[in-house]
Each structure stands twice: as C-alpha cells, then as structure tokens.
T-cell receptor, first 112, second 111 residues
C-alpha cells in the first residue's frame, strides 16, 4: 500500500512535443502529490504539486492531471525543450510532514 | 535566501567504516528529511527530524542514525558501512514539515 508506480521508465520526444508521465498509487490516505525534476549530479527540484481535491493544476508549461477514483496522476510538459531533458519523479505523501514515497523515475530526452 | 547545502560532495569509504554526512537547511526551515537514492532509483526515506526530534523513520537498520542541531542543521551517521550503502544521500528541508526542498546530495562510495 506504500507503493507509487511510475511509467514509462524512459521517454524520447521531439522539441515542442508533449511528454506525459504517469503515476499510480494504492494508498487512499495519500493527500499530497509532488513532481520533482532531477538533473545528473543534482538533487531533485520541486516542479509542481497537487492535492486530491483538485483535478488539474498548471504552472507554466507543467500540468498535473489527477484522477482520484482511478488513483492515478500524470505530468504533462507543454512545448518541451531540450533543457527539459532530465529524470522526473512523482511522489506521494500520507499526511502533513510525512515521508515522501517516490516513483521509480522517468528519464526524459527532448531531441532538438 | 540560501538553499539546502550538503557536505561533503563526494566520499569514498571502505566496508566496516563509519561516515558522517552533513546538511544545512534552507533559511527559515525547521525540518530535515534524509533520503538514500541508489543509482537509477527513486529516493528512499531514511528518517526525518522536526525541531530536533526524530519524526518518522523508514525501513533502514539502526546503524543509520542522525540528529538535528538547534540551528536546524542535521547529520546522518552510518556505522559499519556495507557495499550496498553506496548511493547518493539527499537531505531535504521544509518549514513545519511542508514542501520539501532538496540539497545537491552527497555521493558515497563504499569499497
């Protein structure tokens, strides 16, 4: 019940494309779902986060879609750029201040 | 505003040794969480410190220990190092256990 499953493992898109990364969770007690971006040799950087009372959240070119009944959420990157090439992690948290449980990561490559 | 900093950047130890990793939290933050990230994997929660007390622990053995100081900086100590402890160790700070912001990590190699 603690797992967060992320797919795909890797993704290649052309510049301007819209990569979509999906995550599924089991524990209905999760109440906070962030996405992190990690470049090689760096720590994860918080991109955007959503709570289960909202079905969609946009920040710049990044959008989270959330489906509470299906226990799934996804990250969409609009007008993707080569600088977006990185590893993306979804995560979930059960309560305020609780540990983050991360997905396995998606390595995104945006080709020029 | 200074972000989360960690030291050292890289560390090489031999099996059986002990190691101490350090983390300075972002200004205004009072909570520090530690994670272990193996190559090609997502970070795994080790433990969290909130106002100098341990506030949750992941599935790691007791040889992983830590503390938080009055200025909210933190240390992670690992005793009796094993080969499988080789990983990127990440520290994340937050205010009152809210959004977590990660430091650059310490790369530990155990030979």
């Amino acid at each position: 019940q603690q797992q967060v499953k992320q797919s795909p493992q890797s993704l290649i898109v052309q510049k301007g494309g819209i990569p979509i990364i999906n995550c599924a969770y089991e524990n209905t007690a999760f109440d906070y779902f962030p996405w992190y971006q990690q470049f090689p040799g760096k720590g994860p950087a918080l991109l955007i986060a959503i709570r289960p009372d909202v079905s969609e959240k946009k920040e710049g070119r990044f959008t989270i879609s959330f489906n509470k009944s299906a226990k799934q959420f996804s990250l969409h990157i609009m007008d993707s750029q080569p600088g977006d090439s990185a590893t993306y992690f979804c995560a979930a948290r059960r309560n305020q201040g609780g540990k983050l449980i991360f997905g396995q990561g998606t390595e995104l490559s945006v080709k020029p | 505003e200074t972000g989360v900093t960690q030291s050292p950047t890289h560390l090489i130890k031999t099996r059986g040794q002990q190691v101490t990793l350090r983390c300075s939290s972002q200004s205004g933050h009072n909570t520090v969480s530690w994670y272990q990230q193996a190559l090609g994997q997502g970070p795994q929660f080790i433990f969290q410190y909130y106002r100098e007390e341990e506030n949750g622990r992941g599935n790691f053995p007791p040889r992983f220990s830590g503390l938080q100081f009055p200025n909210y900086s933190s240390e992670l100590n690992v005793n009796a190092l094993e080969l499988d402890d080789s990983a990127l160790y990440l520290c994340a700070s937050s205010f009152d256990r809210s959004e977590q912001f990660f430091g650059p990590g310490t790369r530990l190699t155990v030979l």
